[in-house]
């Protein structure tokens, strides 16, 4: 596809459709000293888990830690607290010792470009490539699940039967998806061009079999009731709103089977989520 003409649709599309998100509001307001700091603490939440939720959990904990050093001077247990209900309580931790490399190593500014980005605890390559575009409007070049999404409709046209269901044998790996990234960049506005391709992506999905089926990264989550990941969190929110507790209490407290319990609370220890001191469980620091 020509790049004027996708750009034109996706440009569009955001003008007539694009999302409003609280962490964007502040994003486009350059003089607000802690907006890189609400985009970093927006990407932590927003892995793997639905827009809509992670609103109020941003919205109060900028109210609560506005700044990387508030948010470092917590305790992990009330930073625990605080994620509890959002899921994958480790991204509350890698977040809290975030805050503590950039109070500690970067003077409390959140770094610029992903070179700096990438070193800080629970940054990986997308994180460091969105944080520095949407903090900073740097010209970074990254991949998400709808960014993916729209790449793939527009230029890897290879439409899924829907009558059969069927998936094309064809996978189109992240690696085909890059150069295009980096040929349709908009350089110019690099913050707002990622934020209409995101938003074309989510749009897709509801109006078509997601994209992403064809994509070679593609796979279905795991159900969450009664998965591992549900004992886990329950445990963590346990220990965190009622403070530490033996393994028979906790057990009592959570209703979790013996063998279940032991074996996520192993887990929790080798992740640094909970330490055991004496046959007493505790959030972990």
């Given at each position: ?106 003077s409390g500014t959140v770094p610029r470009v992903p070179e ?170």
């Amino acid at each position: 596809m020509d790049t004027t003409e996708f750009r034109k649709i996706i440009y569009a599309n955001y003008k007539k459709a694009g999302r409003v998100f609280p962490w964007r509001q502040d994003a486009k307001d350059a003089g607000r000293q802690d907006a890189a700091w609400g985009v970093l603490v927006s990407e932590f939440m927003l892995q793997q888990t639905q827009t809509h939720r992670v609103i109020p959990y941003w919205e109060r904990w900028m109210g609560l830690w506005p700044r990387p050093a508030d948010l470092a001077g917590a305790s992990l247990e009330t930073v625990l607290r605080e994620w509890s209900g959002l899921g994958y309580n480790r991204r509350a931790r890698y977040l809290w010792e975030c805050a503590k490399a950039i109070t500690e190593e970067h003077s409390g500014t959140v770094p610029r470009v992903p070179e700096e980005l990438l070193p800080l605890p629970g940054i990986g390559a997308y994180t460091a490539g969105a944080i520095s575009c949407f903090a900073y409007n740097y010209p970074a070049v990254f991949i998400e699940t709808n960014i993916r999404a729209t790449v793939i409709h527009f230029y890897f046209q290879d439409p899924l039967d829907d009558t059969a269901g069927k998936v094309p044998s064809g996978k189109v790996p992240d690696a085909e998806i890059f150069p295009i990234l980096e040929t349709v960049l908009d350089r110019k506005n690099p913050r707002k061009w990622y934020w209409a391709l995101m938003d074309y992506g989510a749009a897709l999905k509801k109006i078509t079999v997601n994209p992403n089926r064809r994509s070679a990264h593609y796979t279905r989550q795991s159900p969450f009731e009664g998965s591992f990941r549900q004992i886990r969190g329950r445990l963590i929110r346990a220990l965190a709103s009622e403070g530490p507790a033996s393994a028979k209490d906790l057990a009592a407290r959570t209703g979790i089977e013996t063998d279940n319990l032991y074996g996520a609370l192993e887990a929790l220890q080798k992740d640094s989520m909970v330490a055991e001191e004496g046959g007493v469980y505790r959030i972990g620091s």
